[in-house]
């Protein structure tokens, strides 16, 4: 049994959702037809998270389709935006999302330092990224907007995204050719992130605005949308708060054709936590009538941090050699 707070259209406070699903021991498909008939809706959970209550399972035909019944859109275009600054574990954390989407096909990759300058190290780890362009740029937050982390780059971002598509508009021979960019998609990807690169492909499908599932947010297995034969009808999420939208920035892509109609809506200076629903609220869609990406397991991203060490020395507090020697790199000098 799955008990979780869940938040459902038209509800007018949070409802507790419970839904049972029979154990696989006890499992056969004509018993899991009649559960199915007999349960008259079926909600589907992402069931990879559910190992520790009691495992969901779907029979192979029952599956939710991995895209809303689309095809994988992999010529399309991927255009992640992170936010980046200058910590103890910056590199590390760009390494492993460049190698992850080094596996995403045409994915341009939009990298937004927080500090007045580009930063020429950060610039010899990720230049040799090839399965897209980069474009490694920098915008400073000002001090007033510093509680808001990753808002002032995310905007510049959706700016040169914007950029883009004027460029590829301008640059058109024929007045009814397509500008390659309309039906590329916009994804926000922290640095800090863990990302299934195979379902960034299937974010290429998006039309307008997709919503999914995101893991470890808030102490909790997952945070997402909930949905009744991929239709999205409410949300899982510890905390409500009475936003439109409870989902984590990571938690859904944009086409930028649909931006572009919308004139580029940007991040408001509004309170962390509902930066996410009242950027989406812009867009004048109603979540229902967003698409629902689902993936091979219903979980492929998850909202992980890296532990920085503040503490940290500039260089080991001991250098040994092997005839013996030993010293302190922390010892005052005479």
């Given at each position: 049994?799955?008990?979780k ?15 049972r ?28 998270a ?41 590199i ?9 989407l080094?596996?995403?096909?045409n ?12 930063n ?6 990720l230049?040799d990224?090839?399965?897209g ?51 590329a ?14 379902f ?23 945070e ?12 899982q ?14 938690g ?13 809506p940007k ?5 962390a936590?509902?930066?996410?629903s ?7 869609l ?19 941090k ?13 250098s ?15």
């Amino acid at each position: 049994m799955l008990t979780k707070k869940s938040r459902f259209f038209g509800a007018s406070s949070p409802q507790i959702f419970i839904e049972r699903y029979p154990r696989e021991s006890q499992l056969s498909y004509d018993n899991w037809s009649n559960y199915i008939k007999e349960g008259g809706k079926k909600f589907y959970v992402p069931y990879i998270a559910l190992g520790s209550y009691n495992k969901a399972w779907y029979h192979t035909e029952d599956k939710p389709s991995p895209v809303n019944g689309r095809a994988k859109q992999t010529d399309n275009r991927l255009i992640m935006i992170t936010p980046t600054y200058n910590r103890s574990s910056q590199i590390p954390d760009l390494l492993r999302t460049k190698q992850t989407l080094q596996l995403v096909p045409n994915c341009d990759w939009i990298v937004v330092e927080d500090a007045n300058q580009t930063n020429p190290l950060v610039l010899r780890y990720l230049q040799d990224y090839s399965s897209g362009n980069l474009f490694y740029i920098h915008a400073w937050t000002e001090q007033k907007y510093k509680q808001l982390k990753g808002r002032t780059q995310r905007n510049t971002g959706i700016r040169f995204v914007e950029k883009l598509y004027a460029k590829a508009e301008s640059e058109k021979t024929n007045r009814n050719d397509k500008n390659p960019f309309r039906s590329a998609v916009v994804y926000f990807g922290d640095d800090d992130n863990s990302y299934d690169s195979k379902f960034l492909i299937l974010l290429k499908g998006t039309k307008r605005l997709s919503l999914f599932s995101v893991g470890l947010i808030a102490s909790t297995v997952l945070e997402g949308p909930i949905a009744e034969e991929n239709k999205i009808i409410g949300f899982q999420s510890s905390w409500w708060a009475h936003r439109k939208f409870p989902i984590d920035m990571a938690g859904f892509a944009i086409n930028v054709g649909f931006m572009h109609d919308k004139n580029y809506p940007k991040f408001g200076a509004i309170a962390a936590g509902f930066q996410e629903s009242n950027y989406l609220e812009k867009f004048q869609l109603h979540p229902s009538k967003a698409e629902y990406i689902h993936g091979e397991f219903g979980l492929h991203v998850w909202h992980t941090k890296t532990v920085v060490t503040k503490d940290i020395h500039q260089v080991p507090v001991h250098s040994v050699y092997l005839n013996g020697t030993v010293v302190n790199n922390r010892a005052h000098k005479t």
